[in-house]
């Protein structure tokens, strides 16, 4: 009687499949470098619509984390553990000839997914290293990959140049379409498709191609809106509002995306898949303020450790999303790295031991905390030094609510401060237009005498980011007990730095793209 049913109920809350007779469809959709203010949601000048609607509709994840730049958070998503633990905690995967990539003994998110029977699908940007075949993701677990894969491109002729060493500036195409267990190719004959329609076009395909009875997971790690800041015209006029025109051509990038998002959505629904899909979207890290993306209220950008840096824009969404949690905000703890094992619950695969936790009792349930209560945002050696000792190790690190930042939190002279996306504001900064752009010399800034706070390893900065959420109070002085406590969380943590995988530029890489053109592994796969 009554035991029977308590039994049945308590399977029924361990059971993962949400509806049907398979996990649910699961499409994660990566933007690059859009910042926490450069969503029409929090600036009323940004022209992003179906983004706008999918957040206010779905449940916006208010305090979700990421690294402070591109290749780490990626590598944090796809094995949910720490960069401290993966060995990438001092770089980006750059430049296009480092002969390196993330550890191949690490099992990536694709590789859980297909073993409760997903198909997997990743279209858009890697990062994750491609020095061998074996790095690439069809190799790590995609059935198939259209896209890049190094960690930026012209949106239109997708090429890129190398950065550094002898061969600086040689031009290659970094685009491909690879299928698991055939060999990697070069995408040919798409020069001048823009970014945005290649990738939305494509994951469009796949989801009409798809079988609804078999459950999806699709990767859309967007181009967009990372530098070189282009657009389609069609889409700048409609920021014709915007007056600094660094800032309108990248409302018109987001614009783009913001298409391109409704697009996949669209094409869900018509597939009948929508009710049985969780939608994630989110940024890799906050925006560029050089390159036209905008932070504001939050302090500093990409690269830094300031909140502006490493608190991303982000929400849920999709038919699996209840109904009592739509239209809400949670101020829950979120990291990138607990989405593994958060889709690893949901697909009913039992994970390893990671950095992350399952999330799926907080997004679902209001009343449920957070299982997150700390974060360890990178311990590292400071600047490009790749090995130190460890009175020497620098970093961020968080111990809800409480931040402490030991080193420097940024270097560029912008990066300490509270850019407004356009003109002057008094509690701000004013840019002089000219000066700013990737391609067009340093952003010129007034700097105000609060931003001079100077974070250090002998004098740390200690925030409460909960209370002072845009970092403008250093409290270290007055809490040197609190200090202490996160001083030895994090020197806990370092203890279990994974050797640096970072190795010296390999010129075979520019000559292996000299023979067609196109940028691809150059060696051979390492032995088993």
């Known amino acids: ?99 390196y990539g993330v550890p191949l003994n690490f099992q990536m998110l694709p590789q859980f997914m297909k073993q409760a029977g997903y198909a997997t699908h990743a279209v858009g940007k890697w990062h994750q290293g491609f020095v061998s075949p074996a790095y690439t993701p069809t190799r790590r677990g995609f059935d198939t990959y259209m896209g890049y894969y190094f960690g930026m491109e012209d949106h239109w002729t997708h090429a890129m140049f190398e950065q550094s060493g002898p061969s600086k500036g040689a031009v290659g195409i970094d685009l491909h379409n690879d299928t698991a267990g055939q060999p990697l190719r070069p995408y040919r004959g798409q020069n001048c498709t823009y970014s945005a329609d290649l990738y939305g076009d494509r994951a469009v395909e796949i989801i009409r191609q798809h079988t609804p009875d078999k459950p999806l997971f699709l990767y859309l790690p967007w181009q967009a809106t990372h530098c070189p800041t282009e657009a389609p015209q069609v889409h700048i ?103 593994l094992p958060t889709y690893c619950h949901l697909a009913g695969v039992q994970c390893p031991t990671l950095d992350g936790y399952s999330q799926w009792d907080t997004i679902t349930n209001s009343s449920h905390k957070s299982p997150r209560k700390a974060v360890v945002h990178n311990i590292n050696c400071g600047g490009d030094k790749q090995e130190c000792t460890m009175e020497e190790k620098q970093g961020a690190v968080m111990i809800w609510p409480w931040k402490l930042i030991l080193g420097s939190p940024g270097s560029r002279k912008d990066s300490n401060q509270w850019p407004v996306p356009t003109g002057v504001d008094p509690n701000a900064h004013k840019y002089h237009p000219g000066h700013c752009g990737n391609y067009t010399g340093t952003c010129v800034v007034d700097e105000l005498p609060k931003a001079k706070i100077t974070c250090s390893i002998t004098k740390p900065c200690l925030f409460n980011v909960e209370l002072d959420p845009n970092e403008n109070h250093n409290l270290a002085a007055s809490l040197p007990a609190r200090v202490k406590e996160l001083k030895e969380f994090f020197y806990q943590e370092a203890k279990g730095l994974h050797a640096n995988i970072v190795k010296p530029d390999d010129p075979a890489a520019v000559a292996k793209m000299r023979q067609t053109g196109f940028w691809m592994p150059w060696k051979a796969d390492p032995a088993a």
């Not at 449940?59 to 960069?83: A, E, N, Q």
């Open 1 to 99: 009687g009554l035991l029977m049913v308590l039994l049945l109920l308590w399977l029924l809350l361990l059971c993962p499949l949400v509806e049907g007779k398979h996990p649910p469809h699961i499409v994660h959709m990566l933007a690059d470098d859009l910042g926490w203010n450069d969503v029409g949601f929090r600036d009323k000048d940004q022209r992003t619509p179906h983004i706008d609607n999918l957040a206010k509709d779905g449940l916006i994840l208010d305090r979700h984390y990421v690294f402070k730049f591109c290749s780490p958070t990626r590598s944090m998503l796809l094995t949910g553990r720490y960069t401290i633990h993966t060995g990438l905690w001092n770089n980006n995967i750059a430049p296009l000839s480092a002969p």
């Open 237 to 339: 006029d409609r920021c014709n509002h915007v007056t600094w025109m660094h800032r309108r051509i990248f409302c018109g990038m987001a614009n783009a995306l913001d298409g391109a998002v409704q697009k996949v959505v669209d094409a869900l629904k018509e597939k009948n898949m929508w009710n049985s899909t969780l939608l994630v979207f989110h940024a890799d890290n906050g925006g560029q303020l050089q390159d036209g993306g905008n932070n504001y209220p939050l302090r500093g950008g990409k690269f830094t450790y300031w909140e502006g840096g490493v608190r991303a824009t982000a929400f849920v969404n999709g038919g699996l999303l209840p109904q009592h949690r739509r239209g809400k905000e949670t101020t829950e703890l979120f990291h990138v790295t607990d989405w």
